[in-house]
């Protein structure tokens, strides 16, 4: 497993990052128990869930109970008020069985919180940092304008926005725009929704941006392991690979 630097967090993320919102489709609580395990001993070590999704929450929780110390934890909240998403961490944090989860990420649309906005919420979320409630601050969105100002704000420590063989080439520019500020880049969405059946092209695709770190959703062990065989065996980048992802992308856009 290779391992990269998550921009100005400076945490060293596996190249692989398990998506667990889905976990509630993987069979019960022993059947992701053994997911999770399975996805730590292969090197993992960025679990990332959500409080939209508070089944799945509680399920990644008690899977990572004993190896907590061994790896990083990202959560979000879509809460609107400073208020609300004081206690979607608080009850994140509790769903989770610890005190600090290592980013913590506020999923928005067309609103960018700033620091000393009259709502308070961007004080919030710097205000768990220094209580330790979280170790990093992200944005989750889908919106381009919203993601670009929060990369050239330098208040938020990651970005994660979605990112396939298909996006448009705004969003490469806005990985580059993300390495200029060392803002680290999450890809959400890599098969775009399941639009995209291809996973060797698609793997192969994202893996050539050292920067990026792609959020791989996981509910069962054929998944995982089709994720880490194509970890351990990327394609080769050569012309023709070039040439099948570009009729892909010319298909979608």
Not at 154 to 163: A, G, H, K, S, V
Not at 172 to 193: W, Y
Request: aromatic share 10%; net charge negative.
């Amino acid at each position: 497993m290779e391992y990269v630097r998550l921009g100005k967090t400076d945490l060293l993320i596996s190249r692989v990052a398990f998506g667990a919102m889905r976990l509630t489709e993987a069979g019960g609580d022993e059947s992701v128990a053994l997911l999770v395990r399975k996805a730590y001993e292969s090197g993992i070590n960025l679990f990332d869930t959500s409080r939209k999704t508070p089944e799945s929450e509680k399920l990644l929780g008690d899977a990572l109970y004993d190896i907590r110390r061994n790896v990083f934890l990202s959560t979000t909240t879509a809460a609107k008020t400073s208020d609300e998403i004081k206690s979607d961490l608080e009850t994140s944090l509790m769903t989770l069985h610890c005190d600090t989860v290592d980013l913590y990420q506020l999923e928005t649309e067309k609103f960018l919180p700033l620091p000393g906005g009259a709502d308070k919420i961007y004080d919030t979320l710097a205000g768990f940092k220094k209580q330790k409630m979280a170790g990093h601050i992200g944005i989750v969105t889908t919106n381009f304008e919203t993601a670009k100002k929060a990369v050239l704000s330098d208040c938020y420590e990651t970005i994660q926005f979605p990112f396939s063989m298909i996006s448009s080439d705004d969003t490469i520019e806005l990985v580059r725009l993300c390495e200029e500020h060392d803002v680290g880049f999450i890809a959400m969405q890599p098969l775009c929704g399941g639009v995209i059946e291809n996973i060797p092209l698609a793997f192969g695709f994202l893996h050539q941006y050292e920067s990026v770190l792609p959020i791989w959703g996981v509910k069962n062990q054929d998944e995982l392991n089709q994720i880490l065989y194509f970890n351990e065996h990327p394609p080769v980048i050569d012309e023709k690979f070039h040439e099948d992802v570009e009729k892909i992308r010319m298909f979608f856009n």
